[in-house]
């Protein structure tokens, strides 16, 4: 009676029965989730194994590190974000050994997009899926988007931390390997006609935090990205409205609705580039300008050659 | 210091003065131990000297340079209204009364040390703040809150007669909330509520003190102060989420722009009063702070971590469940019944 068609599923009578032998263990005294495992013994493992977690969860009996970073429900989302990955952008990846398999390390891309920084998950996946030595990277979030609604409370569990050299430095200090968009809200602002030109790198504090903590620069040219919400215009009413520092108009949005939120299908290609040693230059060479400034350079023009020659190797944008 | 040394305690009636005198009464190297408060503490104290006085009135001046005491500690600050008093009274206890105190210990020449049980609130409650803030970065972000204001106002006062005083060590200890099973806390009576309202979308990251570690921290900087401001907190966060489930209690999301009224009317209950804006923006957007000054400097290790305080308090608080429990029995006897 079971169903079989990969995993199995329990029949009216097993179900029955293991709701019996929860109100057997709710009877002698034990906590409903208690009694729901203990009376799990009788279902299909896989179940059991649901179960299992999902009592775990509830209990609160589950790990979240101090920035709120929750890797079980980075894992549980994966397979969405495996979906865009290989079937909707169909991304290539190159390069990936050259991040740092261990140890603090400051991976730099352009951005673009929109509050939801697609970019930093496809270059997660990327790291993920394709690196001999997979480690969930964090990424730097646009501040506005951490004081939205569902928003900011899912990206800080999938590892977003509001942009700042403070979380910065403290997440470098641990060691961890941090994603950073220096073109920030001036790049995924950027009308479609700019797409792939490089905007101003800010004022260069990821090159302050990467030499005060001694961390290495990987630039990052992802491409791929600038095309899923072609900006055409922006309306200003709309950003008054809401209060964010732009509300683009696309092909699709606002007209579509919600359904205009659906990124296109562009092909991606994404290459991650030499690291880029800072530590030559002592921590104190964080405050001299000319330092930080020729570095800050360097990336950005490493990242920009990157992008046209993989324009050229990528092709077509949506086929 | 062959003869010891002399401790006054502000705010001696509270929870947490009662806690640190009691504690300070145990240690050999303190010569004498006075309180001062408007009322005695509920706790029986032994060897402490009640003093009755109201800290906002200028009798504290004539008092305290005849107690020749060299460490004051200020524990009068109040982080929300006692029941039924309004929000005007905390500014007046906490300013005017810091005031009072400071005139005082200027005439006191016998003074070594002030520490000071102030709040974290300073640094305030942003969405885009850093996830942990340190010492130098109070005062960056916009006071919003009258609680805020408040508490910055008297960390200046502070800061000034550090500046004036520079042989006196002047150290402001910026608390997270505490939590604790023995502790009658707006907070803590929130997290006691049988279903808790939460903002819908939002789950902010926390700090709680465990009120063991609350006081033991206040103890070793009494001990040890270092000049200046110092976080006291649990190593690491946890969610709003993760602690509801740890407490094992239902959580109710309301949208965020109806949590502020459901709050303040439920805070009337809670005897938050008019503090409700403070909470709202902490339980919408948390905030963290650092702990390496308390760790390095003062050498005080907090015994629980933030998860770690949360689950002492659910495993003590167990009882204090109120309202009806859904019976889960009953429940299967109904589906299961139903089926035959």
């Known amino acids: 009676m079971a169903a079989a068609r990969g995993t199995t599923f329990p029949g009216p009578e097993a179900v029955a029965d293991f709701l019996r032998g929860v109100r057997v263990g709710v009877d002698s005294g034990l906590d409903p989730l208690a009694a729901a495992q203990r009376a799990a013994v009788e279902l299909p493992a896989n179940m059991r194994d649901g179960i299992d977690i999902v009592a775990r969860r509830l209990r609160g009996e589950y790990d979240e590190d101090e920035w709120g970073f929750d890797e079980e429900l980075a894992e549980a989302v994966f397979p969405l974000f495996d979906f865009l990955y290989t079937v909707w952008w169909r991304v290539e990846a190159a390069g990936v050994r050259n991040v740092p398999s261990h140890g603090r390390a400051l991976l730099v891309a352009n951005h673009a997009g929109s509050i939801f920084p697609f970019d930093a998950s496809m270059m997660t996946m990327a790291v993920m899926k394709e690196h001999p030595l997979p480690r969930w990277p964090r990424f730097m979030v646009l501040d506005w988007a951490f004081t939205l609604p569902f928003l900011s409370a899912f990206m800080r569990r999938v590892g977003g931390v509001p942009a700042g050299r403070d979380n910065a430095s403290r997440l470098l200090a641990q060691d961890q390997m941090l994603m950073v968009f220096p073109e920030g809200v001036k790049g995924t602002g950027k009308p479609f006609s700019q797409r792939y030109r490089l905007q101003r790198f800010g004022r260069g504090g990821f090159v302050e935090v990467a030499l005060r903590t001694g961390s290495p620069i990987v630039p990052v040219a992802v491409v791929g990205s600038e095309e899923i919400y072609p900006k055409l215009g922006e309306s200003r009413v709309l950003a008054r409205a809401t209060g964010a520092p732009f509300v683009p108009v696309t092909p699709t949005f606002p007209w579509l609705g919600a359904l205009g939120l659906i990124p296109l299908p562009s092909r991606w290609r994404i290459e991650f580039c030499e690291p880029i040693d800072v530590s030559e230059h002592a921590p104190e060479a964080a405050d001299d300008r000319r330092v930080v400034f020729d570095l800050s350079e360097q990336v950005r023009e490493t990242i920009q050659a990157k992008l046209y020659e993989s324009l050229v190797e990528r092709g077509s944008a949506f086929l | ?340």
Request: net charge positive; hydrophobic share 40%; with cysteine.
């Open chain 2, 1 to 340: 210091m062959a003869s010891g040394r002399r401790v006054l305690i502000t705010g001696v009636g509270s929870h947490w003065g009662a806690e640190l005198a009691r504690r300070l009464e145990r240690d050999p190297g303190i010569s004498y131990l006075a309180g001062i408060d408007t009322a005695r503490p509920h706790a029986e104290l032994g060897r402490t000297d009640f003093i009755e006085a109201d800290l906002r009135s200028p009798v504290v001046s004539r008092i305290l340079p005849g107690t020749e005491v060299d460490t004051v500690v200020h524990c009068g600050i109040l982080w929300y209204p006692e029941p039924g008093k309004p929000a005007s009274a905390l500014h007046e206890i906490n300013v005017i009364g810091t005031l009072q105190l400071l005139a005082a210990c200027e005439r006191t020449p016998t003074l070594e040390r002030i520490v000071v049980r102030g709040s974290a609130a300073i640094y305030g409650c942003e969405g885009a703040a850093p996830a942990f803030f340190t010492e130098p970065l109070a005062r960056r972000l916009p006071l919003r809150t009258r609680f805020q204001r408040d508490i910055s106002e008297l960390e200046d006062y502070f800061e000034n007669f550090a500046r004036r005083h520079p042989e006196i060590v002047c150290c402001m200890l910026r608390f997270q909330p505490e939590i604790g099973p023995d502790l009658d806390t707006p907070l803590v009576r929130y997290l006691s509520l049988p279903v808790v309202p939460t903002q819908l979308g939002f789950d902010p990251r926390l700090q709680l003190l465990h009120a063991d570690d609350a006081t033991g921290a206040i103890e070793a900087a009494v001990r040890r102060p270092v000049r200046g401001a110092v976080n006291v907190a649990p190593d690491g966060a946890i969610s709003l989420s993760r602690l509801l489930r740890i407490v094992r209690r239902p959580g109710l999301p309301i949208p965020h722009p109806l949590f502020g009224p459901a709050l303040s009317r439920l805070g009337r209950e809670l005897g938050a009063g008019a503090l409700y804006g403070d909470a709202v923006r902490l339980l919408r957007f948390g905030r963290g702070v650092d702990n390496a000054r308390l760790r390095e400097e003062v050498g005080y290790d907090a015994r629980f971590d933030a998860a770690g305080a949360i689950r002492d308090f659910a495993g003590k608080a167990g009882g204090r469940r109120v309202g009806p429990r859904l019976h889960p029995a009953s429940v299967i006897d109904r589906i299961v019944g139903a089926r035959g």
